[in-house]
């Protein structure tokens, strides 16, 4: 059980190593660790560079203020954006946003928060950043990135079902829980732009990490995203490309085909990889992160898989 474990965890991060796909359409800039595409107007896509920032992220301006969705894994990252945005705006931060609490969407937080910004999270968030990333880490965990972990900064203001920002000149951030990649979700929606962040409850042709996921739930909320969009609508994911709705449909036939592999392969894992292949085998993560998806399905099915929230089993 260990063993797997540790595997797992291993395998988790290297969401934080990994490569996103190209670009959509739009004006890009060429910083260090990340791309900048400008999707609507005042309203970015912030890209993941070959793993140099460790995930997607985004920035709104309004005519008052600036708000930022997610921090990245490296610091570094999360400085160079700040810097980005100076070049873009004076207008302050008002606002970071974190889609969930994975160390790789918000590892730079204290950066943003030291430049005057609030930190605005899912409830769960505020119990989970720290001890659920300890977690997911586990034997991988340096006491460099455990002080960072600890060092988090807290959520000033709470989601629970939903919340809105404003920016100014009558723009508003639309903040709503949907459950399914972690339980503590957020999808950020432009109000007057078509454009919204989902965090990691998108994956634009890539295989998602399913450690803490609910898939059954995810695949609810991704019908019922995909079911309001419009066919101008961009979502930007938390790790690939900014797609439309078609992606949130492709990424829950993944999820469907994902429980239909591992019933019908039992407790042969290498067999239910094996029948996602032909379809999803050119997905990025594939090779790492598909056997630790159907290891997470069987559970899922058998009843013992573990949320956050969830202490698990206790040892003898």
Known sequence: ????????????LL???????????GQTTEPTRFTVQELAPGV????????????????????????????????????ELLAHIRTQTARPIRYLINTHHHIDHVAGNAVFVKAGAQLVAHARVADWQR????????????????????QLPEPQLLVQAAMSLDLGGGRQ?????????????????????????????????????LVDAMP??????????????????WYVPGHGAPARAQALLDLADYLAALEQAVREAGADAERAVAQL?????????????????????????EGRKRVPGDPGPTSP
């Open 1 to 12: 059980m260990r063993t797997r474990r540790m595997l797992r965890v291993g395998l988790a």
């Open 15 to 25: 969401l934080v190593l990994a490569s996103v796909l190209p670009a959509a359409r």
């Open 44 to 79: 970015f896509a912030v890209l993941d560079r070959e793993g140099r920032a460790g995930a997607n992220a985004g920035f709104v301006i309004g005519a008052d203020a600036v708000a930022v969705i997610d921090s990245f894994f490296h610091e570094d990252a999360a400085r």
């Open 131 to 150: 001890s659920e990333n300890l977690r997911l880490l586990g034997p991988r965990l340096t006491p460099a990135l455990r002080e960072r972990i600890g």
């Open 173 to 209: 951030l639309l903040l709503r829980h949907w459950p399914g990649h972690t339980g503590g979700d957020l999808v950020v929606q432009v109000s007057d732009a078509p454009v919204r962040f989902l965090g990691d409850l998108l994956w634009q042709a890539a295989i998602p990490n």
């Open 216 to 233: 059954a739930a995810w695949r609810a909320t991704l019908a019922s995203l995909a079911a309001e969009s419009s066919p101008a609508l």
């Open 277 to 301: 292949k032909p379809r999803f085998g050119h997905w990025a993560f594939f090779r790492g992160l598909a056997p630790a998806n159907v290891r997470d399905q069987q559970a899922e099915l």
